[in-house]
């Protein structure tokens, strides 16, 4: 590339992001409709409804109702005694899936950045709702914290597998970053025994098992859960599901009381295992959507985690 190539090229990045932030001022702010700001800045409509879209997805806009709604308020308190939980968020229910996970996320976020200060050890999972949940946070240096991953990857890049989720929290924070490099199943029990004797590995699963705030998600076993749609669980589903499984902690597949199942994907997973995310002194389960019920009501009865944050329809369903 010359240099005449990247300057052309640095301002086209710059005008794009000028065209962007303009949109959003005007839609969020400026109470324009997606029309108006198409006349205004000559675009097409269905341009402005992409950037528009992606202004909050990628953390661009950030909304805040500070006037709490009554009915959620309610069931915060009511999930806090009924799973004697520390900290409860209920945050309105969506048709939107997408929009979903990125409210709870943001929720999450804003759950664990009153939580956050230096000389702590963050351990996280993955998924949409935790990336959204990173891109919460205020960004600050906490130079002696550190970040890890609690649970090995997929063998290719989504944007919401382990490596970037973590990534991006140790970003925001200054910290260090610490990867569970192996993937989420091993082949046999006779691998993942001779992976975590490699000194490196071992050493980030002490950190996973001796962290002070763990942010993890939960997965059903339906095609919206990121885990479920990978082929490996695809081939075992039937198995999965034969044995009692009504989803999955941390790559854990658990049945409806939390307890893990008799499967060998659970004898083969590289991950901090529930029992030991039970001795987390805080952690934080940040899920929803009703296809998940039936796997957060498990874990919440098990006592794997101190804190929820969740939608209406499922705070709701929790009573049932």
């Known amino acids: 590339m010359t240099a005449i190539q990247g300057e052309i090229e640095t301002k086209q990045d710059t005008s794009e992001a000028q065209i962007q932030t303009r949109v959003a001022w005007y839609y969020y702010v400026g109470g324009l409709t997606q029309q108006e700001i198409a006349n205004r800045l000559g675009l097409t ?3 402005v409804n992409r950037i528009v879209g992606r202004a909050r997805a990628d ?33 309105p229910s969506t048709s939107d899936p997408a929009v979903q996970q990125q409210v709870i996320g943001e929720a999450a976020g804003i759950m664990l950045d009153s939580l956050l200060r230096d000389e702590i050890g963050l351990g996280v999972g993955w998924g949409r709702t935790l990336r959204a949940a990173a ?21 290719r890049g989504s944007g919401t ?41 071992a050493e980030v699963m002490r950190r996973a098992r001796e962290g ?30 034969a044995v009692g499984a009504v989803g999955n902690l941390l790559g854990t597949f658990l049945d409806e009381y939390g307890r893990p199942i008799k499967h060998s994907l659970n004898e083969r997973v590289m991950a901090l295992s ?12 940040a899920s929803g959507g009703e296809h998940k019920l039936a796997i957060i009501r498990a874990i919440l009865n098990a006592g794997y985690v101190r804190r929820l944050v969740t939608d209406e329809s499922v705070a709701e369903g929790l009573f049932r």
């Open 135 to 155: 891109r919460r946070l205020t960004a600050r240096r906490l130079p002696a914290s550190w970040v890890t991953s609690l649970m090995g990857g997929l063998t």
């Open 212 to 241: 002070d705030i763990a942010l993890v998600a939960a997965g059903d076993l339906s095609s919206r859960s990121l885990l479920a749609s990978t082929h490996i669980v695809i081939e075992n589903l039937p198995e999965l599901q």
């Open 274 to 285: 529930p029992s030991e995310l039970k001795a987390y002194p805080t952690s934080i389960l």
């Open 45 to 47: 409509r269905h341009r």
């Open 161 to 201: 597998n382990t490596f970037e989720v973590a990534t991006e929290f140790a970003h925001t924070l200054g910290a260090e970053c610490y990867y569970v490099a192996a993937p989420i199943y091993c082949p046999s029990v006779e691998s993942r025994s001779i992976l975590l004797t490699h000194h490196g590995l």
């Open 59 to 91: 953390g661009f806009v950030r909304i805040e109702v500070r006037l709490p709604l009554a009915n959620c308020v309610a069931l915060e308190e009511r999930l806090k005694a009924r799973y004697e939980l520390d900290e409860v968020t209920v945050v």
